[in-house]
Nanobody
Framework: QVQLQESGPGLVKPSQTLSLTCTVS??????????WSWIRQPPGKGLEWMGV???????YYSPSLKSRTSISRDTSKNQFSLQLSSVTPEDTAVYYC????????????????WGQGTQVTVSS
């Protein structure tokens, strides 16, 4: 059974960098052809796909967030991480990590495992 768990600060100040980590158990993040995404949901809004790191380490980002987003991984810890720079209160959301069986650029029903989500609030 694959499990994903998000971790990181719940409160970030404006202009700072938001950093989250997703720890994966029950499966390797390097197994072909899985893809590992970050998705968020602002209060009262729908899910927003942010970016993905594939099994081979390649990364893809949402065009609207690309300039501020970086996704990396630590294969020795079976973790992948999100960094979102220059945050504003509009970045307040529940942040999820999720797995898809193949490369998926967006939010759809391809995701088979999700983390429980972590609330991040951007406020001074």
């Amino acid at each position: 059974q694959v499990q994903l768990q998000e971790s990181g600060p719940g409160l970030v100040k404006p202009s700072q960098t938001l950093s989250l980590t997703c720890t994966v158990s029950g499966g390797s993040i390097t197994t072909s052809y899985y893809a590992w995404s970050w998705i968020r949901q602002p209060p009262g809004k729908g899910l927003e796909w942010m970016g993905v790191i594939a099994y081979d380490g390649s990364t893809y980002y949402s065009p609207s967030l690309k300039s501020r987003t970086s996704i990396s991984r630590d294969t020795s810890k079976n973790q992948f991480s999100l960094q979102l720079s220059s945050v504003t209160p509009e970045d307040t959301a529940v942040y999820y990590c999720a797995r898809a069986p193949s490369l998926t650029l967006g939010v759809d029903d391809e995701y088979d495992y999700w983390g429980q989500g972590t609330q991040v609030t951007v406020s001074s």
